[in-house]
């Protein structure tokens, strides 16, 4: 097909002039001709190339010249068209044959653009040929860009302008020098000549380090200029000729790639993130000891250490050398520094998802750094006796081809034997596994060249296992000695490797542990715990039979010899552990060092060892003492011994070692992290792996979280033992003694002595809640500690606008103490108790006043900018800038001195008394004396600039001075009649209204009102004004004597005179007079409404935060130059960025978005039409604001355009900031806006300043895809990097290279940024295949890691904001880094969250408290003093190289690490990383707000969490944590959610037990035998249980968060609401999510990440959507606690209280119901009829619905069912055989209720139930026969199958009837039998289910699935009844609309025009 397309071959442009002849320049011949017509062609302009949307194949090697040909078609179109004729040779020539995807359609659509602008463009070229049209143009930009190109400081319009002509002439160049040398064929072939760039423009991204950015002020800065200065010293490097390359080496980057072969993309992008370090790592040495000129090692070394400690402990750990060997000349250790530097960044930068194995890239590392190494020194290699060069050297990807690639095959097609993640997980190796292998010597067997044949590369497991690899690990210690003693490479490695070259490859297995799917990992990974809190069972066990009064008496020999037969036990559990230990690590042998098979073989043989001698001590030497008498005086009057207590004490004598270690943390530390072998003996318990030592804390940690923990225990056993388990160790007695021989039923074991089913019974909801109840004191002790810390830290200290206003005043020193930078005489003052807070001094205050005014103005603006508040309350809220700031003086803001004056004036009107009290009076509220100061003072000022002639002025100034000197004399009262001051009030707000008017019309208004004020003040107040009319009788030189009081004067003051006006009216067009004007009337008019500003609950909540935290304990603040320098990473799949038009407008459901925004924030959308300018809806769209719309709409969503707005604050934060460091007092007066504005070289400064130390990456994963399909998402992406310039989109391109002309997909890593309005490729980092092989979102996050510059990485997700004010407060944040939190600097810092999706629904309210509990309270106890925080998602901020060095900022394999996030956290403890929480600073985050995305969300933690208890980082940290540290860690994690699963467990342990004593006859036989009444400590037990069901659990920390936050009334308030509406009822429905999927997940798998949408509209979910979601977790386990509480309440005798009953099973009740009709209450609009209907056909429609394939689980109950047991088809045969377990409980029912029956008469022969079974087997009967019939007959036969149905109905009805008479058959048994059937058929179905595989193909299953979907109907009918039933009252609806939307109506929102779904036209 080729034939189509024909390009002449050689391309040819003359060079001198052509012929006329258009054809004769052309070089493009088309099949088919295209007839146009030219003069029409030529007078149109031509519309611009689709330059966006091209063929993946071929888009990044020819956008640039499409895109620069539309810029230049208008002016040069002959230009535009050879630009467009080079793209097309390069399409060309890279796909000849056309046969990438799309690349056929794109050449012959531009060949067709070409055929026709040929001639055109032809006869409009102003030079002869085309070469001199191209140099011509190319020339003009050429000297453009000389003349501005120095001067780089312009404004941005103009800035803009230059990087457009770099472009457009770097294009240009390229296209010259392509047509200049066309003739020659080797030109086009030549790749690299081809992409040259020209020397004026190279993509760049931070830096431009190209020649032509040498003039941009970030490489001004003297820190950029040293940093660059070292990297290009390449003194003393190898000549280049060594590496074929020509010409000299440019830099230390350019050296390393040429030796090494990294792609060019890679050695750019790591040259300018090494570059920023060293700049910002430098300038903050600089100032302490270093030069600012050049680099030093003080700065490097920093560096060294911060990147290679993780390397030098993992040689340490092996015994091996590093190779990082320096020599001792100073300045060429400088220069190897960089180089390694350089090296491990290269490595890291290309490693793809090798980063996620940090000691694979240690071994990669070790060995390339040796090489380097040996190059640098010239060394010799001694097997060939050549120069040591690279083994993988040569082109630009060789490392990738041969290093990364062998490596990534193998990780890959690991993963791929998962079949995404549903095998089981010792079948494959995951990323850990992988890395691990790299913690033994025998990775060097790998050898360098790696050797592809090792058993490491191996993916499939061989079917012979080999017994030589054994035989390697026995001799581990032989080689590693052998190779201590090589000198500095691994020859041996390879001489071993070639000996056992004809092996067969081998697969390794896991490494060091193996995720094995049990409940039994919980024991494994916190044994220590669980065996104490059995030893302690058994202990008050015993002590509780003594019937001991005081714990002296357990020193009693006997008793004491008792207690310490706990120590049996424990034998028995370690023998347990070590046994386990064996069986789970099994799968991990073939890696596992000799050492460690050792290890737990000895384990073995101890633990049996004691297991024997224990009990056999006990035995033999029980009350055989030998007594000692102790001194007289001694509480231990003797004390005795017994060879059982010496064989005890040497049992204990290990745990005696670790206790004395535990509280010398620095020696356990020690002893830990040391590799000397004689300290191994201190480890023999636990396996010496890499990670997991050292973790100790401080002595002072150690003591506070232990202080805790000894609190949390003593409660918990006081209270087990006095409530719990002494009260039944009486009754337990009781029941041992009594003989029970008449049963109720068949007892299958009448001979079993003790009633031991009755003790069991009894005790074991007892056992379940001591081992659940330690929860329910965490998180008492939880609630208390964590709120004191709260307290302690000025949690709260301003929550309501009352308390902001109060302290407003204080405001101004606590941000100038906090955010502003001390200076060097403050820094030596401040290190102090109090650092700088209280230590400013005075000039530095009066500077911070102005300073806090600038910033709180802008926060103003910016909230402003949000549409939170209007315009009127930015007038009330702003300060003016005075230059009387910089004395001290501040006119505070209106709202705060808003109505303060009106109540001056009142008081003073009607005051009566001294001048002094009513001013100290004044003077006592603050806020009052600056209201009636500033408005004096602004009136002086005005009337000042008003009144212009001589006289009035003179007049004003003479009333002036009376008013001072009565104050003076303190006289006021006595001089002037106050009574008059509102009239006076009123005519100078009259005067203000018409001077902001400014209407000349009103010219004699103001002459008239001035005149009334002049009346007022001498008539009217004044007592004597003599001295005001004398002074206006002399000037007016009255002729005559007369008295002036004879002459009528008022008319004349204040008018024109000949011509000469009195006043300046209109006033000069000032904004600072006009707004200090408006402020003075705002003054004098504005009443009690401004004292509720803001309006807005955000904008409060956040002005309040922001107020409360300068009053918290931070960092001082360094100046943003010396700051560390930081990155912001956001991964994004295919969420929302912004809604488009159509989606605002479209009905989602019900509603459409833009309607549903404007009812939820209606405030929000008034000020926003105020903003715009508009009245309505419909003027946005008259006046084309629908981009604004969008913006506003976007903005309240949770969408990726709100995130980046959020973050983009910080730079804006930092630039704000970096001008207040630079600014003096008159920069700071004329404003930051203004000067960034005017002032263009210090907005280039502070640009450089922001882009040195902040980043944001945003990795949109499918942006590629987006953009090539046309998805309006990608150019949305596109549109908010052009709004935002500093913004980096990083993405996954897959395309199409066409290798021996088939297509072959490459991966690559791409970096974009925005230029001239589109998207431009800065780097591009090939990847050795597509990079999602594990987890999504940390692939994509790990994918553009690389392009992240900085110290620090805050990471934040999709539904996250920030806010300005936040920002500010970034660099403090930083500073944490820098200081040592216990041992160590942190390394991660965790945030608080605000969650503000609680707006409308209860359901958002509930989940919003609950959120916030845990990342306020929750998270601030696991920092401090528990030390157990690990990452919980975003917004944390990572020590970013610690991270890089270590594995990433999260692990990716699949579904073990489906919680990717808390994986980090984990990762970084282990690593002896410290992870601290702060308060002051917090970040938006978004929340689900409908019940099924909460419970979807709530479903994948849970899942999460499963998947947690079988991780290794579990494991480890439960073993190498300390005790208490351990409990801390099992608590906060993984022991929430199996404390909650053992909690539903202890119910149905109850019920069944209970059931079981019931049918039995045995609790006949204890409460009436034995008068065994009811137990109290079962009723504890449930009621302890009742905590967690209700919700109380989570209810506790969440009030006392409140009550911090907002004070305890409202707390007490808030509770008692949520409870009205229903809270408990959410909790407990959520409660039964998370213990479903965990123990379900747990149990066979199938943990996934579960989409929830993140939608805002709140709408009906049908009928038939609740029951797929919550049939399996909700509904049957609701509809079996039912069952059993019906069951037990028919069969209890009457000698049991019905209230006993109702105490104990109320909490029962009320779960089985919630559970049940949970999700119909919080439906909006659920028991509306019509949905009802609705609903109840959708079901109907859905059960008949046929399934198959191809058909989703929402359409078809088939094709539901299916996928519902889609966790067992991958389930284990141990998992499975549980399950059937499991399901025999439902065979209960029948067993017991048949005896019960009345047709039984009585009998207990067994064969009542065997008969039972037969009725079972008669009923399936008549069910498949039905079946059957419908098959074969309803379709032709119809009244055939109707007779049969009668005929079956009429023998059932028969045979009832029969033996009803016969045998006594009653209406009772026909409702037991309904009651033991039922749970009989679910256990059958349950059991098919897990033995599917084997009966699929009978017809077993066939009627298995219709027996399910009878039950699944019934259950729906049983459910939807009572709901249809409730629908026909009205009533029901429109409570249920209350209190789902409490919240909106109380903010008079309106909600039911949504659930109706109207639209309310504006």
Same mark, same amino acid.
């Given at each position: ?232 010293? !390449? ?364 290890? #737990? ?91 997991? =030592?050292? @973790? ?8 506070? $979280? ?331 030189? @009255? ?170 604050? $910080? ?54 895809? #987006? ?162 925080? %690990? ?92 005790? %208490? ?19 539903? !467990? ?244 029948? $067993? ?16 009542? $139930? ?31 199958? =109707? ?120």
């Amino acid at each position: 097909m080729s034939h189509e397309i024909v390009v002449a071959e050689p391309i040819f442009y003359e060079c001198e002039p052509e012929l006329p002849k258009p054809a004769s320049s052309s070089s493009i011949t088309v099949s088919s001709e295209i007839v146009l017509d030219q003069q029409q062609q030529h007078q149109s302009v031509p519309e611009p190339f689709d330059s966006e949307r091209l063929p993946q194949t071929v888009a990044a090697e020819i956008q640039r010249f499409l895109r620069v040909a539309n810029l230049v078609e208008i002016d040069e179109p002959r230009v535009a068209f050879l630009c467009r004729v080079h793209a097309f040779e390069i399409a060309h020539n890279m796909d000849k044959n056309s046969s990438g995807r799309g690349v056929r359609q794109f050449k012959t659509s531009l060949l067709q653009r070409l055929e026709q602008d040929e001639e055109p463009t032809f006869r409009r070229r102003k030079e002869k040929s085309d070469i001199r049209e191209l140099r011509r143009v190319y020339h003009e930009y050429k000297e453009y860009i000389v003349k501005h190109g120095r001067t780089f400081a312009l404004e941005s319009s103009h800035r803009q302008k230059l990087i457009n002509a770099c472009a457009i002439a770097s294009v240009l160049f390229e296209v010259l020098k392509r047509i200049t040398f066309a003739a020659n064929p080797q030109a086009l072939a030549d790749r690299e000549s081809v992409n040259s760039k020209s020397e004026f423009f190279v993509p760049y991204n931070i830096l431009p380090l190209d020649h032509g950015g040498i003039q941009q002020a970030i490489m001004q800065l003297p820190e950029v200029k040293a940093a660059v200065a070292a990297v290009r010293n !390449i003194r003393g490097l190898p000549s280049a000729e060594d590496f074929q390359k020509h010409g000299a080496f440019t830099d230390l980057f350019d050296f390393l790639q040429y030796c090494f072969g990294f792609q060019e993309g890679n050695v750019a992008n790591q040259r300018e993130h090494l570059i920023l370090l060293l700049a910002n790592t430098h300038i903050r040495k600089a100032h302490k000891q270093t030069s600012s000129s050049k680099i030093e090692d003080v700065v490097v070394d920093e560096l060294m250490k911060k990147f290679f400690k993780n390397y030098t402990n993992w040689c340490k750990f092996l015994g091996r050398k590093s190779n990082i060997r320096l020599p001792y000349v100073k300045q060429e250790a400088l220069q190897y520094k960089l180089l390694y530097l350089a090296l491990h960044l290269l490595i890291w930068g290309e490693a793809a998802n090798l980063r996620f194995m940090p000691e694979c890239l240690c071994y990669i590392f070790h060995e390339m750094a040796w090489e380097l190494h040996g190059m640098l020194t010239g060394a010799v290699n001694p097997t060939t006796w050549e120069k040591v060069m690279p083994a993988y050297g040569g082109g630009s990807e060789s490392f990738l081809n041969n290093v990364v690639t062998p490596i990534y095959k193998v990780i890959k097609e690991e993963a791929n034997k998962s079949k995404n993640g549903t095998t089981d997980h010792s079948t494959w190796r995951n990323y850990d596994d992988l890395n691990e292998f790299f913690w033994s010597p025998d990775c060097f067997q790998i050898g360098w060249p790696m050797r592809e044949d090792h058993n490491f590369f191996c993916v499939n497991p061989s079917s012979k296992p080999k017994a030589k690899k054994a035989s390697k690990s026995t001799n581990a210690e032989e080689k590693r000695e052998l190779k201590e003693e090589e000198k500095d490479e691994e020859l041996g490695t390879n001489r071993e490797g070639d000996q056992e070259q004809k092996h067969e490859q081998e697969w390794l297995g896991k490494s060091n542990f193996v995720e094995i799917r049990s409940f039994w990992q919980i024991f494994r990974s916190f044994d220590r715990m669980w065996i104490f809190f059995i030893l302690s069972l058994q202990a008050m066990i015993i002590m509780a039979c003594y019937e001991l009064e005081s714990p002296l008496q357990l020193f009693d020999k006997a008793v004491f010899e008792d207690v310490l037969s706990i120590f049996i036990t424990s034998s028995i559990l370690k023998l347990i552990q070590a046994i386990l230990d064996i069986v789970f690590t099994w799968k991990a042998r073939q890696t596992m060092e000799y050492s460690n098979k050792i290890r #737990q073989v000895v384990r073995l043989v101890f633990a049996a060892i004691w297991t024997i001698i224990l009990p056999t001590c006990y035995a033999h030497s029980r009350r055989k003492y030998t007594c000692f008498s102790s001194q007289s005086g001694s509480w231990l009057e003797e004390w005795c011994l017994s060879p059982y207590m010496v064989a005890v004490g040497v049992y204990l004598t290990p745990s005696a070692i670790d206790m004395v270690l535990f509280f010398v943390p620095a020696v356990r530390k020690y002893i830990e992290i040391s590799n000397s072998k004689i300290f191994t003996i201190f480890s023999w318990t636990q396996p010496r792996l890499y990670l997991g =030592r050292g @973790m100790q804390e401080s002595q002072v940690s150690v003591l506070k $979280y232990m202080l805790f923990w000894i609190l949390v225990l003593l409660s918990k056993f006081c209270f087990s033992y006095w409530f719990e388990i002494k009260p039944l160790i009486e009754p337990t007695k009781q029941i041992m003694k009594i003989g029970v021989e008449n049963y109720d039923w068949h007892e299958l074991f009448p001979k079993f002595k003790s009633n031991a089913g009755a003790i069991v019974a009894v005790w074991a909801p007892i056992v379940v809640v001591y081992f659940m109840d330690t929860q329910i004191w965490y998180s008492v002790f939880c609630t208390i500690f964590g709120g004191l810390y709260g307290i302690l830290h000025h949690l709260g200290e301003i929550r309501t606008l009352g308390m902001l206003r109060s302290r407003f005043h204080t405001l101004p020193s606590a941000f100038n103490g906090c955010l502003i930078p001390p200076s060097k005489n403050d820094q030596k003052r401040g290190k102090g108790l109090f650092g700088n807070r209280f230590h400013k001094g005075p000039e530095n205050e009066k500077n911070g006043v102005a300073k806090f005014v600038l910033v709180w103005n802008q926060i103003i603006s910016s909230i402003r900018s949000e549409d939170l508040i209007s315009n009127k309350e930015v007038d009330l809220m702003i300060i003016p800038m005075l230059t009387d700031l910089f004395a001290g003086i501040v006119r505070w803001p209106i709202f705060l001195i808003a109505n303060k004056f009106s109540t001056a004036l009142s008081i003073t009107k009607d005051f009566v008394g001294k001048d002094e009290t009513l001013v100290r009076k004044i003077k006592k509220d603050k806020c009052m004396y600056y209201a009636v100061k500033e408005c004096y003072e602004s009136l002086k000022y005005i009337l000042e600039i008003l009144i212009v002639r001589d006289l009035e002025k003179r007049m004003i100034s003479t009333i002036l001075n009376e008013i001072e000197e009565s104050m003076a004399r303190s006289s006021l009262l006595e001089d002037f009649r106050m009574t008059e001051l509102p009239n006076l009030q009123a005519k100078f707000v009259e005067l203000l209204e018409l001077l902001v008017e400014g209407n000349v019309d009103h010219y004699g208004k103001v002459v008239k009102v001035l005149q009334d004020i002049f009346e007022i003040i001498t008539n009217d107040m004044m007592i004597d004004s003599s001295r005001i009319l004398e002074l206006l009788c002399h000037s007016q030189r @009255m002729e005559s004597n007369e008295p002036y009081f004879t002459r009528t004067i008022e008319p004349q003051l204040f008018e024109s005179d000949c011509g000469e006006n009195s006043i300046h009216f209109p006033l000069p067009d000032s904004a600072p007079l006009t707004e200090q004007i408006k402020r003075l009337l705002l003054l004098l008019t504005i009443k009690d409404t401004a004292l509720d500003i803001p309006t807005n609950l955000d904008a409060r909540r956040r002005i309040s935060f922001f107020a409360t935290s300068l009053f918290m304990t931070m960092p001082s603040a360094p100046k943003v130059r010396n700051m560390l320098s930081f990155s912001v990473l956001t991964p994004h799949y295919m969420e929302d960025v912004n809604f488009s038009m159509k989606e605002l407008h479209s009905s989602q459901r019900e509603v459409s978005i833009i309607f549903y925004m404007q009812k939820i924030f209606p405030d929000e959308w008034k000020n926003f039409l105020e903003r715009m300018g508009c009245a309505s809806l419909d003027g946005l769209k008259d006046e084309g604001k629908e981009e604004d719309l969008r913006k506003w709409a976007s903005f309240r969503g949770q969408t990726l355009s709100r995130t980046v707005r959020g973050m983009m604050y $910080y730079r804006e934060a930092l630039k704000l900031q970096a001008f207040l460091d630079m600014a003096e007092d008159e920069d700071i007066l004329e404003g930051y806006d203004t000067a960034e504005r005017e002032n263009h070289l210090l907005a280039a400064q502070l640009d450089a300043l922001a882009d040195l130390k902040f980043t944001y990456v945003v990795s949109c994963q499918r942006f590629g895809s #987006q953009k090539a399909a046309g998805d309006p998402r990608a150019q949305d992406i596109i549109d908010l990097m052009i709004r935002y310039p500093a913004l980096r989109l990083a993405y996954v391109e897959e395309k199409e290279v066409i290798v021996e002309n088939k297509p072959q997909k490459v991966y690559s890593s791409v970096l974009l940024k925005a230029v001239n309005g589109f998207d431009q490729e800065i780097y591009r980092v090939k990847l050795p295949g597509p990079p999602e092989i594990g987890e999504g979102k940390p692939e994509n996050q790990n994918h553009a890691i690389i392009f992240t510059r900085g110290e620090a990485l805050q990471t934040i997700d999709m539904n996250q904001d920030s806010y300005l004010e936040e920002a500010f407060k970034m660099r403090n944040l930083l500073q944490e880094f820098l200081k040592c939190q216990g041992r160590r600097p942190p390394t991660i810092l965790g945030l608080r969250e605000h969650i503000f999706t609680e707006s409308v629904s209860s359901l958002a309210w509930f989940m919003s408290y609950q959120e916030t509990s845990f990342v306020t309270i929750g998270q601030r106890l696991l920092a401090k003093p528990l030390r157990v925080r %690990f990452h919980y998602g975003h917004p944390d901020i990572f020590d970013r190289i610690f991270h890089i060095t270590r594995g990433g900022i999260s692990k990716a394999s699949k579904t073990i690490n489906l919680s990717e996030d808390i994986f980090a956290g984990f990762n970084s403890t282990l690593r002896r990383g410290c992870i601290t929480y702060h308060e002051y600073m917090q970040v938006g985050k978004g929340r689900d707000v409908g019940l099924n995305q909460i419970s979807k969300f709530e479903a994948k933690v849970a899942n999460g969490n499963s998947e947690q208890t079988l991780s290794r980082d579990i494991y480890r940290l439960g073993c190498q944590f300390d005790f %208490f540290r351990m409990l801390s860690c099992y608590f906060t994690t993984i022991g929430f959610y199996f404390s909650s699963l053992i909690s539903i !467990i202890g119910i149905y342990i109850f019920l069944y037990g209970q059931l079981y004593l019931v049918l039995s006859g045995l609790q006949k036989a204890l409460l009436i035998e034995a008068r065994v009444q009811n137990l109290e400590s079962l009723e504890t037990a449930l009621a302890s249980q009742s905590f967690i069901q209700l919700g109380l659990l989570t209810g506790l920390p969440m009030v006392m968060e409140i009550g911090l936050e907002k004070g305890f009334l409202t707390a007490l308030k808030d509770f008692v609401l949520m409870q009205l509406q229903l809270a408990a009822v959410f909790f407990t429905f959520s409660f039964g999510t998370k213990t479903h999927h965990y123990g379900r997940t747990l149990l066979h798998g199938g943990a996934k990440y579960r989409p929830t949408g993140r939608k805002v509209v709140v709408f009906h979910t049908s009928f038939t959507e609740n029951y797929r979601l919550y049939s399996r977790s909700h509904f049957v386990k609701g509809f079996e606690l039912l069952l059993l509480l019906i069951v037990y309440d028919l069969f209890r005798r009457s000698y049991e209280s019905s209230m006993a009953y109702v105490l104990i099973t109320y909490s029962v009740w009320f779960m089985s119901i919630t559970w049940l009709f949970a999700p119909f209450l919080f439906n909006p609009s659920g028991f509306s009829w019509g949905k009802i209907v609705d609903d109840w056909k959708d079901w109907n429609k859905w059960i008949r619905q046929q399934g198959g394939i191809g058909i989703q689980q929402d359409k078809s109950w088939h094709s539901w069912w299916n996928d519902e047991q889609a966790h067992l088809r991958h389930s284990g045969i141990f998992s499975r055989l549980f399950e059937i377990l499991l399901s025999l409980r439902f065979f209960m029912y029948q $067993y017991g209720l048949v005896y019960h029956l009345d047709i039984s008469q009585h009998s207990k022969n067994v064969l009542v $139930y065997v008969l039972s079974w037969i009725v079972i087997l008669v009923v399936f009967f008549f069910a498949k026969a039905v079946n059957i019939g419908r098959q074969k007959l309803s379709a032709n036969y119809q009244l055939l199958f =109707r007779l049969f149905k009668a005929i079956l109905f009429i023998t059932v009805l028969a045979i009832i009837i029969t033996l009803s008479r016969i045998c006594q058959l009653s209406l009772r048994d026909l409702i037991v039998c309904c009651l033991a059937f039922l749970p009989t058929g679910w256990g059958l179905i349950m059991i098919a289910q897990a033995v599917r595989p084997k009966i699929e193909d009978t017809g077993l299953w066939d009627f298995t699935r219709v027996l399910a979907k009878a039950y699944d109907y019934g259950m729906g009918v049983v459910l939807f009844a009572p709901i249809a039933i409730l629908a026909w009252l009205p009533i029901i609806s429109a409570f249920q609309t209350r209190f789902l939307f409490n919240e909106a109506f109380n903010r008079h929102l309106q909600i039911q025009p949504i659930l109706a779904g109207k639209r309310k036209q504006k």
